[in-house]
């Protein structure tokens, strides 16, 4: 008798423990599924953020040279990623060297862009390819809070804007909208900044 009472204890009591390792796993399952779920939204914001801005910006070029692109990117930028930041979502960018201070990282998105910036430099001396998208993320599970942020790299296209020799109406343009101005002096392939994502439940 006193056997059995013991075994139907100890059964109960692996039973228990069982379904509580069997909950906490679903959880964490669960919690890691809508990770990376947000992860992937979050990549589609920041194409849909890059593709809107380029289009702007060649439109702008095309029509009325590197200035009015200069024009349209200080008009249009923040609208644009105003208009995409829906649904708990906030996009935009950010660089060490900016342009305009509002898109100024803070100390997460600094510590990522000096990673990215590393990783992109090693890979460079390296003769290496890193795998892309360029991108890192962090997820708070007390808040849900959500942060993600892809890296952005100087591409031909950019070197007018953004590269070491700027003709002198472009840079004209450039100081005009932005007196501070931090983004010159990038070279191909460099780390120009980041779009960087927030998602906030
Ligand atoms: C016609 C000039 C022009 C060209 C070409 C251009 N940009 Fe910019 N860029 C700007 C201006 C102006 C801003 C500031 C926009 C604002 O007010 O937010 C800017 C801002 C940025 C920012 C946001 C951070 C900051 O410095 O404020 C990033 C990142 C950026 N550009 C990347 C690029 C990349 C990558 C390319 C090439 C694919 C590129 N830009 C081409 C003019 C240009």
């Known amino acids: ?16 423990a069982h379904s509580l390792a069997d909950t906490v796993t679903a959880n964490e399952q669960q919690s890691e599924n809508s990770v990376q779920e947000k992860v992937k939204e979050a990549r589609l914001h920041a194409k849909a953020l890059g593709g809107a801005l380029k289009s702007r910006l060649q439109q702008a070029i095309q029509s009325g040279g590197l200035e009015a692109g200069v024009n349209e ?29 509002n898109n100024a990282a803070d100390r997460w998105e600094r510590e990522q862009l000096a990673w990215f910036s590393q990783l992109l430099t090693k890979a460079k001396q390296d003769n290496l390819t890193p795998k892309r998208p360029i991108e890192t993320y962090q997820y708070d599970s007390e808040s849900g809070e959500f942060r993600y942020m892809m890296a952005i790299e100087q591409g031909q296209v950019c070197m007018a804007c953004h590269g070491a020799n700027l003709a002198p109406s472009v840079k004209h343009a450039i100081l005009e909208h932005y007196p501070n101005d931090q983004a010159t002096g990038f070279e191909l392939g460099d780390l120009r900044g980041a779009f960087t994502i927030t998602y906030t439940p």
């Open 73 to 101: 990117c200080q008009i249009a930028a923040a609208p644009i990623a105003l208009a995409l930041s829906q649904n708990g979502w906030e996009v935009g960018r950010t660089a060490l060297k900016v342009r305009n201070p």
């Open 1 to 16: 008798m006193k056997n059995s009472v013991m075994l139907v204890a100890i059964s109960l009591l692996a039973s228990s």
